[in-house]
């Protein structure tokens, strides 16, 4: 057999494809292993107003929830949210979307969050708890410079103004759910 053949036939070999599939799996199992790790950190934070969950048994889907920081006009808002966790994590950042109508700058109608950690600032020293916290931090500081919602960010040099709007969409959105 030429050694063309003999690479052609390795390459299509049922070996080439189960450690193809092996490293899949452990890719996966070390992502749930590090997410697991994540939890019980979060878990044992005493870090207040955020919290999140895998939604029920699948460790690559959480539910997580944020209340809005003191002192801000998000203050007494809870806010839902889903995180999806791919198997290139922490070297790919999750899918964060609020699941909860979120009237802000930095979030479109669809629940999307513009937040540079989520993109091009993302590193795989962050962590589940460093990014609630970042989006919890956002919602009282937003980034006027890239807005998702030009609404939202017109609206924000005017805090009683924005204050009253957001509570009434808040009211309005909670009845809904």
């Known amino acids: 057999m030429s050694s063309a053949t003999q690479r052609q036939h390795a390459v299509g070999s049922p070996t080439a494809k189960s450690d193809k599939s092996q490293n899949s799996s452990s890719d996966s199992a070390s992502v749930a292993r590090r997410l697991q790790t994540e939890l ?82 993302w590193s795989p020293a962050y962590n589940v708890r460093t990014i609630l916290l970042s989006i919890q931090s956002l919602l009282g500081e937003p980034n006027n410079d890239s807005p998702l919602n030009t609404h939202a960010a017109g609206l924000w040099s005017n805090q009683e103004e924005y204050r009253k709007l957001l509570q009434k969409k808040y009211k309005e959105d909670g009845a809904k759910n």
């Open 40 to 121: 019980m950190s979060l878990m044992t934070s005493s870090d207040s107003g955020i919290s999140a969950f895998p939604d029920g048994d699948n460790i690559f889907s959480w539910v997580g929830t944020i209340e809005g920081a003191k002192g801000t006009v998000y203050e007494n808002m809870k806010y839902s949210l889903t995180l999806s966790f791919a198997n290139e994590y922490p070297f790919k950042a999750p899918v964060v979307k609020f699941s909860t109508p979120c009237f802000h700058p930095n979030v479109d109608q669809f629940g999307n969050i513009c937040l540079d950690i989520l993109k091009e600032q």
